[in-house]
């Protein structure tokens, strides 16, 4: 028998290769420890008979209170006592002050780099179905969107009116929150950036929404019963668009569409990342940086992985190198950002599947709402 282990801590809710593991969601933390002898879960009485349930076949759940010190030192070395394990492997945010209290009790703790759990990054048919219904949820938001804007006038400033009162960003991030949680879901900050608040892509948006500019709607949201994220966006614009922007739209539309072609096992995120780069390019949208170190034109990777965290393996950036294998969900969301007009940024959700993609975004796509 080893005497090494792996040894996690942590909340079902906020971490996510702890869930990954365990299948226990919880808002407390617990222990996770994993070595030849099985795979164990260590939690409180509060949560012990419905981690029984919920857990993983094949963890053996285990009571805090059943230990002669319950605190987690304590636990821990009992349990390593027990098991006879001398080495346990964690993960690189591992507590600080309870490594060092585990070395001084002779146990070794030696951080691990790069994914704690390999097999994270490759998603399984159910994993897969549990993104699709939180994909499903946020087009269902989008939707409500493209409604609300569909129902807009505007007034003689040029601004949008809703229901008598001016149609700001946050009422529109609300409107689309409620309508992820009628879906089951939760949302993760959900952006409604308009005009030159688009320019900047994690800008949530603020104040009122203009007509004939650019609204860049991102939704991410995190399915309640299973942890899954799905993300989708779309930039649209109540009323007419700008020559500029039209332009703008369909080279990332382009670009979105060709990187989705050439997703496949064997392809190298690196590789379509350029491709759809030179789309935007050879479209006239130049990528740099002005005078005031601010960057503008496509200076974000293409896309990232998805699933029991919103941003996880594999990155699809002009960095990775390593061919993808299959079994990945990513999203492919190419952007364009100028401070003088704002942003355009489309994303779908793919899976990586033999031959190509399978598409998990079922929404169209719309620029203009009269």
């Known amino acids: 028998m080893s005497d090494i282990a792996k040894l996690i801590i942590g909340a079902g809710e906020r971490l996510a290769d702890i869930r990954y593991a365990s299948g226990l969601s919880t808002p407390d933390d617990f222990l996770y420890l994993e070595s030849e002898a099985g795979k164990f879960v ?5 949560e012990f008979a419905r981690a029984k349930v919920e857990c993983k076949p094949g963890v053996t ?28 492997l964690v993960p690189a945010d591992f507590p600080l002050k309870l490594a060092d209290d585990l070395r001084m009790r002779q146990i070794s703790v030696e951080p691990l780099t790069g994914a704690f759990f390999a097999g994270r990054e490759f998603k399984t048919r159910d994993e897969v179905n549990q993104i699709i219904r939180a994909q499903r949820a946020a087009e269902r938001g989008m939707r ?8 807009a006038s505007v007034n003689r400033k040029k601004i949008l009116v809703w229901h008598g009162e001016t149609l700001s960003s946050e009422i529109l991030r609300t409107e689309i929150d409620l309508e992820l949680l009628r879906a089951g879901t939760v949302s993760g900050n ?12 994690h800008n949530l948006g603020s104040g009122p929404l203009a007509a004939d500019a650019p609204i860049v709607i991102d939704i991410f949201p995190r399915d309640m019963a299973t942890g899954y994220w799905g993300d ?10 700008g020559a500029t922007v039209k332009k703008a739209y369909d080279a990332v539309k382009a670009a979105r569409d060709l990187a989705q072609s050439l997703l496949k096992p064997g392809a190298i995120p690196a590789e379509v990342t350029q491709k759809a780069t030179a789309i935007m390019e050879a479209a006239g949208f130049s990528t740099g940086r002005d005078d005031a170190g601010i960057d503008y034109g496509f200076f974000h990777s293409l896309g990232h992985g998805v699933g029991l965290d919103i941003h996880e393996l594999p990155r ?26 704002g942003g355009i940024r489309l994303e779908n959700l793919v899976s990586v599947i033999p031959g190509g ?14």
């Open 144 to 151: 409500r969107a493209w409604e609300i804007l569909g129902e």
């Open 190 to 201: 959900t952006i409604c950036a308009g005009g030159v608040q688009g320019s900047q892509p």
């Open 61 to 88: 759940v285990l009571n805090t209170a059943d230990f002669a010190d319950s605190a987690n030192l304590g636990v821990i070395a009992e349990f390593a006592q027990n098991q006879q394990i001398t080495k346990f």
């Open 42 to 46: 260590i939690c409180s009485s509060l």
């Open 232 to 241: 989708l966006t779309r930039t649209v614009v109540k009323g007419k668009a």
């Open 316 to 341: 699809l950036s002009v960095k990775n190198h390593q061919p993808l294998q299959g079994g990945e969900v990513v999203t492919v969301e190419p952007g364009l950002y100028y401070a003088a007009w």
């Open 357 to 370: 993609i399978e598409l998990l975004t079922q929404i169209g796509d719309l620029l203009e709402i009269d």
